[in-house]
């Protein structure tokens, strides 16, 4: 009996395990041959609908789906989820009717692939002081300005970028534009050498007057701010899957680490057991606020609190539980080819981006206190 999901959703958990456990690898370099292998099944449009070219399942299908991909290559993870949530998401939400025909179809399906530009070197946590500009122009906008810590940079094919019109104004200024890959004036970074998640592209993204024309404003002027923060409720809970996938990676790794010792003669010391049930119970409690979280976005509801409990709770015990995992197993463990490794480096950034744990901390005592 598994309280939490109903029997669909422990059928799609097992078919993404089998997809991911089968067909993901877990190489160094950009893992376009898995993004490739998840398009033809689909699983890059998994909650857009049929109409659009997805393949119109419920969000809380789409998390499984991270949590997954996440346990065996979170790169992987990352990518698919900014895509989706915060690459694709902004046109069904926000598009135009001619935005949807243009972008949709190739998005859902994996030809094209989606990126989110908001966060500027003075403006990380504090999103609305973003100096990013854009000014009207005869058919459209010119857009000038400098993007940080980009998800696909360089590898994407259309960025929904934000920019202020009139910084008096605030976040009322703000704007969004959809950026198609190769316009003039779009120059995107290196790769940034991060400690983790080093598959998956992260640059810098340089507007030098981008003419972006009027049919690619996102929603109205001044609308922009709003549309950033709806849209990262939605990608905070896909970044909670990823921090889930993740904990149970080390969780499972240090179970099976655990058993061959014991195979091998040496009995599990009770420090070692209690450690284990205090992660594998924290484990359960992240899955319920995750999955929680995504019935309400799929309830049409608000989730702004549950998704930011949800991310602070899961992505915190991603690093604590691969933390603990490497004290369990040793000093095999600290070996930089160890996986219990990678999923420390990689569980990191995901305390970070898409609104650190203390932003996610502020939104919930907001909400709290509303
Ligand atoms: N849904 C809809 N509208 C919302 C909203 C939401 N969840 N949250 C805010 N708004 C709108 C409202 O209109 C609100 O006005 P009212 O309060 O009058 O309704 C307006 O925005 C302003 O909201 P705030 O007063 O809360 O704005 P703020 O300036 O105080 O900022 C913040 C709040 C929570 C700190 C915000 O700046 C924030 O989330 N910061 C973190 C940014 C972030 O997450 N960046 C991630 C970058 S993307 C990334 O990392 C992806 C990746 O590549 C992996």
Known sequence: MSFGLAEKGLK???EFRHFAENELDTGDQFPRDNLQKAAERGYLGYPIPEQWGGQGEDFLSYILLIEEISRICSSTGV???VHTSVGTFPILYFGTDEQKKRYLPGLAQGKMLGAFALTE???GSDAAALTTTAVAVDGGYRLNGCKVFITSGGQADLYTVFATMDSKKGVKGITAFLVEKDSPGLIAGKPEKKMGLNRSNTTELRLEDLFVPMSSRLGQEGDGFA???SLLDGGRIGIAAQGLGLAGASIDYT???MKEQEEGGKTTEQGVSFALAD???RFEAARLLVYRAAAVKDAGERCSKEASMAKMFATDL???AATRCIDLCGLNASRQDNPLTRYFCDAKATQIYEGSNQIQRIVISRQLLK
Do not use: C, F, N
């Open 79 to 81: 990518i698919t989820a």
């Open 12 to 14: 799609k958990r097992e």
């Open 279 to 281: 992660l594998a119970a």
């Open 227 to 229: 549309i950033a923060m």
């Open 255 to 257: 179970i099976r680490y």
């Open 318 to 320: 991603a690093v604590d």
């Open 121 to 123: 070197a003075g403006a």
